[in-house]
């Protein structure tokens, strides 16, 4: 028996097209403001987002839109953290782009085992 694999119609696709076509893009982050304003972000995660304590992540390296989807989180509430919700609080949509590419761009260190 030959399986027949059914393929969404024109209208779902024209659909889903419409729905992506009008998604807000991710605001291009600007690395050398992110550096700028990164000086409280510093005190606990390393001036270059490479935090000497364990007792706080290392940020740098990470990839661009998951550290904007973390700090956009903590602002909404969706990631609880009593500490970096303070430190949200007062960013905007560009200062967290910014913040999420100086971040990014910086290289991360390895634990060595």
């Avoid at 399986?3 to 807000?24: C, D, E, W, Y």
């Avoid at 893009?25 to 304003?37: N, T």
């Avoid at 000497?52 to 969706?78: C, M, N, S, V």
Wanted: aromatic share 8%; hydrophobic share 40%.
């Amino acid at each position: 028996m030959i399986a027949r694999i059914r393929l969404p119609s024109s209208a779902a696709l024209f659909v889903f097209g419409a729905l992506v076509a009008v998604a807000p893009p991710a605001q291009a982050g600007d690395a050398a403001r992110g550096k700028e304003i990164s000086t409280t972000c510093a005190a606990c995660h390393g001036t270059d987002g490479n935090s000497t304590t364990a007792e706080f992540p290392r940020i740098a390296g990470q990839h661009e839109d998951y550290l904007r989807q973390a700090l956009t989180d903590y602002k909404a509430g969706k990631r609880r953290n009593p500490i970096m919700a303070a430190q949200v609080e007062s960013l905007d949509k560009r200062d967290i782009a910014d913040l999420s590419a100086w971040f990014a761009s910086q290289k991360g260190l390895y634990f060595k085992r």
